[in-house]
Each structure stands twice: as C-alpha cells, then as structure tokens.
C-alpha cells in the first residue's frame, strides 16, 4: 500500500448540516485488545475503531497467540489470558500508543520480543517509558532511545515513579508493566493525562487507586475480561466541530462521544471563544461519560491555552490554529511542546503547511501566536504522514478561498476512516482521489 497516494480535494462554502456519530475512540481500541489479550477470559468489544495504528496493536496481540474473532470491521471478541513468543519483531507502523503501552506489556513476559514501528514511529522519542521500565528492572533496549526496541525476560518490581511529562502513554506503559511486578507500583503525573487505562483496569478487577495526582497500582488480581461499546473519539469529532464552526450556516450533531473530562480540553477553549455549542451527556460507555455534541457557526473570539488544558487537548492543537485562524483577535498557546514529538512536529508543520495559504502564525518555542481573522487562500499543502495534520488541513480548506487539495492524505485513516465522506454526509464539497 502507497501511503502517499491518496489526497484530498476540498472545495470551500458549503455548509455543515446534519446529525453523524464518528468511529470509536483511538485510545480506547488500542487499549481494549491489549488489555483484553491480558483478561482471564473472553472479551466482547463493539463500536471497535478499526484504523491504521488500532489494527497494528490487534495484529500484535494476535502475533503473541492471542485468539481473535472479528465478526465485523468493529465487533471482536478476544479469548485473553496467554500470551506466547511471536515468531518475528512486532510492528506497531505508526502507533504511539500501540508500541508504548504494548512495551510495558512485553517487560513483564517470560520470553523476549522485539517492538519495532515505521520509520515515523522510531523517530520518536523512547526514553520516556525506557527510562522508568528500567527501573523497575525490566531488560529493555533500543537504539539509541528509538525504536526498535529489544526486550528480554527479567524481575520487575514497583516503583514510585513522578513522570517528567504528563503522558498516558508513559503512565499506561508503566502501570501495564506494574501488573507483572513485585509490589505496588506508585505513579505521579504533573498534570491531568487521559486516564483510560485507569479506567479500564479497575473495570477489570485491578488492585488500582487514584488520588489526585497519584496512581498506586497493587499487582495480583486477576483481569477479568471486558464487555464494551467504545464511545466515538472526541479527537475525530474535533475536526467536525471545528469545521462547523468556522463555515457559515453550519449546523451538525455529533453522538454517542467520549466526554471523559482528561479528553474535552478542546471544548473549554473552544466555548472560551464563543463557540455556540451544546453538551448533552447521555449515558455511560466503557466506563466512559459519552454524549451528544451540538456544534452550529460561531464568531470566535481568540483565547490563552495553557496550563492543565494543555494535554487536556494534546491531539487537538493542530485543528485549534486552524479555529484560531477563523476567530477575532489574538489567540495564544503555551505549553504544549510535546507537540513536537508527536507524529510530526506539529508546530512545525502546520505553521509551515498553513503558511502556504496565506496564514500569518508566530511559532513559539512551546507553542504559537495567531491574530485573526485571516483569510486564507486556497492552495497545495502536504499531510506529511500525519493523520491530524492531513484532517486539519483539509478543514482550512473548507475555509480557503477557491479549492484546496491535501496531499499525501490516506493517513486520515490512521485515526478517522471515512473522515472525507463523513464530511460529505454532512455537505461538504471534499473529495478523495488518487495522485
Ligand atoms: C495517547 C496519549 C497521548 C496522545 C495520543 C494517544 C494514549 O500521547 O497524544 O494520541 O492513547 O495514551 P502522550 O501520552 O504521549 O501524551
């Protein structure tokens, strides 16, 4: 499969109307079959986001002699409770989360393995989980703190660890490695990371305690398997909520979304800056508050964002310039240099792809500076590869005078398949082609 190959090409002015769901969260796919892979027993998992990075942690787990059924693209039912050397190195391609939470699993095994990704993935940066794996005694090495990632069979116990960066991935790779140690395996984090795999773990019977900041996890219980519907990601909806926003006459609701307070930092920014949008929880999913999300065009007024909001919304800065952009006034962004090691650099990259349509951005060392309202122009930008900056982009062009075409797109499907024709369900005029 050429990943370059597939593009967007967005036409601007149509609005957004309609009522849509999105596909299931990314973080709580990958979570529900590596987690699965570990309960004594039998999970069912519906609503299952089948994308590019989720199916590398499914293959993964089926590598390791895990059974799975897949009755539908969503539905699974995972028969947990072994796992077993894979013949060869695992690859995560492009999955963060997938390789992270999935090392922490494979640190406690008692047989090695080797992690390895896409040239994107060993990029980025391994320390982070390296680091406190190694001190909990695991065997783990790398090249130089990227992947692939060598790991040997060894003792591991608790430890009291305070995370530097506020990561879920770092936490989850931690707190997985902490259910093979000896003794409690205490965790504080410097600010509020999504908190699914707390979540899920104490859904399954885990020995876990929050307080505040701090995460105890106390080993020995056996995992019980799940039975969940994963909620719609808030990360996807994002792209829709600003889209309808930003073009005039748009009207969309969006169901059965994740509302997990560590997810929703965009919406506070968002009503910050007037955003005419209406929350309406509706029920419980996988232990996760989920609902329904009205979003009709706003004028936006420009905002701060910093502090705890901050990886409150990690996934979402890319498509707040593009918001920003649209709206009145200055907005500011501090803080949030962790965007620079994700897929991309995505301060980096989208101050540079939407420069090519005009945008006037100030990048800062932790963040950006955006005065609006600016018009953009419409123009022949890149998705490099990376999921969010590809959707981001083709939002801006909904917005960009005349017609925008985003290359290398196919990524969107990393995260959000059907990105392009959910937004044509709902009007928009983008289409998918091939280069
Ligand atoms: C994720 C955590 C975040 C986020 C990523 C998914 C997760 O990364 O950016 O898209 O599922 O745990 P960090 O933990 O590195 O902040």
Not at 111 to 132: C, H, N, T, Y
Not at 137 to 163: C, F, K, T, W
Not at 189 to 212: I, Y
Not at 274 to 303: F, M, Y
Request: hydrophobic letters at 45%.
């Amino acid at each position: 499969m050429d990943r370059a190959k597939d593009q967007f090409v967005v036409n601007p002015g149509v609005p957004l109307r309609g009522t849509t769901a999105v596909p299931g969260d990314k973080s709580l796919s990958h979570r529900a079959v590596l987690l699965g892979a570990l309960a004594a027993g039998v999970s069912q998992v519906r609503g299952w986001l089948a994308a590019g990075d989720t199916e590398a942690s499914l293959r993964a787990i089926q590598a390791l002699g895990v059974p799975v059924e897949r009755h539908s693209r969503n539905e699974l039912t995972i028969h947990g409770g072994k796992l077993s050397p894979a013949a060869g190195a695992l690859d995560l391609l492009n999955a963060g989360t997938g390789i992270r939470l999935l090392a922490g699993i494979m640190a406690g095994q008692p047989f090695g393995s080797v992690l390895d990704g896409s040239e994107q993935l060993r990029r980025r940066p391994m320390k982070r989980i390296l680091a406190p794996l190694q001190m909990m005694g695991a065997d783990i090495h790398s090249v130089e703190n990227h992947a692939p990632l060598m790991i040997r069979p060894a003792e591991l116990h608790g430890i009291q660890y305070d995370m530097p960066v506020a990561s879920a991935q770092v936490k989850s790779a931690v707190l997985l490695a902490g259910l093979f140690a000896k003794g409690a395996t205490t965790i504080t984090q410097p600010g509020p990371a999504r908190d699914h795999t707390e979540r899920m773990l104490s859904a399954m019977g885990a020995d876990l305690s929050v307080e505040g900041d701090t995460v105890v996890l106390n080993p020995g219980n056996v995992l019980q398997p799940v039975d969940m519907i994963v909620p719609g990601d808030i990360s996807s909806a994002a792209f829709l909520i600003a889209a309808a926003l930003l073009v005039p006459g748009s009207d969309i609701t969006l169901t059965g979304i994740n509302l997990n307070e560590t997810r929703t930092g965009l919406l506070d920014v968002l009503l910050a800056m007037n955003a005419d949008i209406t929350i309406t929880e509706t029920g419980l999913e996988a232990g996760e508050p989920v609902g329904t999300i009205r979003v009709r065009h706003s004028v936006l007024k420009g905002t701060d964002v910093g502090g705890d909001k901050v990886v409150r919304m990690i996934d979402e800065f890319p498509i707040l310039m593009v918001a920003a952009l649209g709206a009145e006034g200055t907005t500011i962004v501090r803080e949030a240099e962790e965007l620079r090691v994700k897929e991309t650099d995505r301060l980096a990259v989208m101050t540079a792809e939407l420069r090519k349509l005009g945008a006037e951005i100030t990048e800062t060392k932790d963040g950006f500076v955006i005065t609006g309202p600016q018009d953009l122009m419409a123009g022949v930008v890149d998705g490099h590869d990376d999921h969010r900056i590809a959707m981001s982009m083709a939002v801006a062009g909904l917005v960009a005078e005349g017609r925008t075409t985003v290359l290398d797109a196919r990524c969107a499907g990393d995260s959000f398949p059907g990105f392009a024709e959910t937004l044509v369900s709902l009007g928009a005029d983008v289409r998918v082609s091939e280069m």
